[in-house]
């Protein structure tokens, strides 16, 4: 698939066919696509498990009690590790944008092997990662449901003009 195709295709899906698996060489392409991401120094401070066992992803689904997550045949769960990431010289730890950045390779793989997914981030970390027995230095900052998506499992919300969004100065 063409990468702008990919990127159009690329949408926050709310809905899953629960009967359909992710074939295994999918996902290891998809994991290559997350391995392949640029992170600060290539320091790595970051780790994403594909939960598809179902007593992880109930525990998952105690934390952010959407009822559409429950439908996904794996949920991914994106972590950093602060200890491990370059730090801003102001002192600030770049690890969640090296998670940001491995999550986009993430959801346009993801894409463009025909699946949906929804970045989540609306949940208390401490509770996911105590729901998941993650042990410092490693937190939580995103999950997402991966699998085939209902064909009206995406609400069009719309997009600014690029103008507001992208500029070219000079």
């Known amino acids: 698939m063409d990468f702008y195709e990919v990127l159009k295709k690329r949408k926050s899906y709310r809905g899953y066919d629960s009967s359909k698996n992710i074939p295994d060489d999918v996902l290891a392409r998809i994991g290559n696509a997350v391995n392949l991401a640029p992170t600060a120094c ?82 208390k970390r401490d509770e996911m990662d105590q729901a998941l027995n993650i042990e410092k230095p490693w937190h939580t900052v995103a999950i997402s449901p991966i699998g085939y998506a209902k064909a009206d499992a995406c609400r069009n919300t719309g997009r600014k003009p690029q103008d507001e969004i992208f500029q070219v100065i000079g």
Request: glycine share 4%.
């Open 42 to 123: 290539n320091r790595q401070p970051i780790r994403f498990l594909l939960v598809r066992d179902a007593a992880l992803r109930e525990k998952i689904c105690s934390v952010y009690t959407q009822p559409w997550l429950k439908e996904a045949p794996a949920i991914l769960v994106a972590m950093e590790d602060e200890t491990q990431a370059w730090h801003r010289f102001e002192g600030e730890s770049a690890s969640v944008i090296d998670v940001a950045i491995a999550m986009e390779h993430f959801v346009l793989a993801a894409a463009a092997e025909g699946l949906g997914t929804c970045w989540i981030c609306a949940f």
